[in-house]
């Protein structure tokens, strides 16, 4: 290498760095990638050019069937494929890095033999490894969020056993690779077996942890290309693959303290969790159908409960789950003793009240409004329908503002893309430290599509998926609108206790496009 | 070049790229994380070298189809994932 492709390098490494701290403002982002953009341009024609390999016409076919294929990609994708489309090309470029490593590997194209073959050998096996972990991982992660495979965490017998066969495989044929260099089997046999590792590693990882998956996996590309750089010495390519690593790393870290769950519980523990949820969940749902069921009935339990089943169910429960459940029978038998004691002369008047306050009536007094979107309000494309209301709201003086939980939707920032597109301008969309202290002093909150991320269980049901994370704050809002389209749990697969406080929530269930369309019109 | 400096590069950069975007709001994380996606493409660069010396110095078929197939990869990469993060930009700024 000579000292000015080495300054060159340096120089464009440094214009990736500028590209992307200019992408921390909004202002100066767009301006940022088309720097990062431009730096690899040029560092695509610089090696053109140094490594003397002008006349070589099939890089040349190859550049514009991958640039024509990408382009239309990128033109034809919708905002809410947004995160398969970057999981797919995460993991294109994770193959291609895993292809360079073949290719280093073989010794195919080399000027000439390796000063440190060692080296060379290990770094080349290493970003096989890499880049088809990246590259099948990112195919299954792609291929969940797109709904083409089953979203759901999938494990198989012997999950872990496999998993941990395949890893000690592929190290030892990065170990056997690095010794014997030049040998296409040993390479075939890295790619396939490493390959496997990143299906079992991926596949058994579910939607709801899907966004860290995909951060994960970006940096992991990064991590390809930079060893890949390292196998056939070149500093552009280690320097830009080491920023794109570092980035996805924190990105994932951010992510998982968002969701307050370790990067090992995810990856090996997410299944495992959710299992032993499972039929204590279904022994809560039996019991709680058993107590709506008072509510028709005048008794509790009449001769058709069967009791053996409901012991059954009863035993599947935790201690304190069972204490639970007593709990809410007690409940609702003294509300149904109170209720009974006032008599009949009180329905009318509970009546009266709500017919009183409608959401339209609620929205119609209200000064200080916080909508909380979520990934329904993007699967009902409900987002210009949200903008017609928070229009007519600030019409009528009202002050509206977004709260945006940091894993609402399918990948960090996701959700900020969706409303930006349905030109709801950024300045209105606050982070969750930014605007939680002030649903106890707003009017009204408005939520579309979203649960787990304002489900206050977060911070009392221990033992459940989301216990511990953090959540909207919006259960201190006085009036609460929810427009879900059904009040079955969210994703996390935990009640929302919101939904049956018994003033201020208004629930208007069905499509989200639809109920707020018709809200945004009774407002007056 | 001396491995020990090619793994040193690496880790400075680790650490740069770790400070830039601890900067940046979550506002942006999308973008970035597309933007970073069509950076992890620059493998393009590796991957055109190598085809094209493997072509001139005749390493024989293979070295070609995988040479040629990863380039394309890595140039859907680079182009779908800067043509996307553009696209996405720009509607931030739509209003200005």
Redesign the interface.
Known sequence: ?NWYQLVLSILL?LA??GG??M??K??T??K???L??LA?LV??VA??AF???L?????Y???I???L???L???K?Q?IQ?PQ??AL??G??????A??G???Y?E????QAPE?PV?VNFTAMLAIAVGMITLIGSLVAAGKLARIIDGRPKVYPAHSLWTMCLLLLSVAGIVVGTIYGGN?WIALATVLLTGCFGFMFAIRVGGADMPIT??LL?SL??V???I???A????????????????????TQ?MCRAMNRSLMSILLGGAVKKKTVAPSQKAKTAVAAQVSSTRDGATIFDENTDFEKLLEQLNDMEVKQLLDAIEALTKEVAGLREQLAQGVTAAPAVANTKEEKTPASVLSKAKDVIIVPGYGMALAQAQHAVKQLADKLEYRGANVRFA?H?VAGR????M??LL??A?I??EK?Y?MQAINDDFKNTDAVVVIGANDVLNPAANTAEGTPIYGMPVLAVADAPEVIVCNFDLKPGYAGVENPLYKREKGVYLCLGDAKETLMKLTNEIQ | MHPLILVAVFVVCTVVGYFIISNVPSLLHTPLMSGMNALSGVTIVGAIASTGIAYLSDDGLWAQVFGVLAIILAAINVFGGFGITHRMLRMFNKKK
């Open positions: 290498m490494s990736v760095i992307i701290s992408m921390s909004v202002k982002a767009v940022g990638n088309l990062s953009a690899m560092g695509v090696t053109i490594s003397g390999v006349s070589a016409w099939t890089i076919v190859a550049i069937i991958g640039a294929i990408g382009s990609m990128a033109r994708a905002m947004m489309l970057v090309f995460n294109l470029g994770g193959g291609a890095s292809l360079v073949v290719m280093t073989m195919w194209g080399m000027t440190y080296f296409i995909i951060s970006n590309s990064g390809a290309g930079a890949a750089g390292m056939i010495s070149d500093i552009f390519l280690v320097a830009v693959g080491g920023i794109v690593g570092a980035s996805g790393l924190l990105l951010i945006i940091p990948m960090p920032g996701h900020n893309v930006a597109e030109d301008p950024y969309l982070e």
